[in-house]
């Protein structure tokens, strides 16, 4: 098993995100959602790399839904700050889940 991150947004914005353990990404989804931490919405999933497990911005997030503004004290960067690199490795590595396909609990 490995670390998924999970991010979640809706038309009217960011609603948290959440790391996870699981074997896969549905996993991932299903495990934030039995643990009550899909707040619903639109969610983007994407395997933590081995490295970056040990992060402190990552280990903030195990089993916990973080807001906007503890995400960015513990480390976390923005999508729109990151450098086009970054999300272009980041926009063809994650898999996405609509809005209407994921019902939290």
Known sequence: MTYWYISFATDEGFR?????????AE????EATRRKLNP???????KVPKKAEVEPD????????????????QGGKR????SE???EAF?????????????PQ
Do not use: P, W, Y
Request: proline share 0%; net charge negative.
């Open 16 to 24: 948290g995100a959440t790391v996870v353990k699981a074997r896969n």
């Open 27 to 30: 996993g991932a989804l299903a």
């Open 40 to 46: 619903g919405g639109e969610a983007a999933i994407l």
């Open 58 to 73: 990552m280990q903030a997030m195990i089993n916990r839904l973080l807001g906007r503004e503890e995400m960015l004290v």
């Open 79 to 82: 999508h729109g700050d990151c």
């Open 85 to 87: 690199e970054f999300k």
């Open 91 to 103: 926009e063809s590595a994650v898999d996405v889940v609509c809005a209407d396909c994921n019902e």
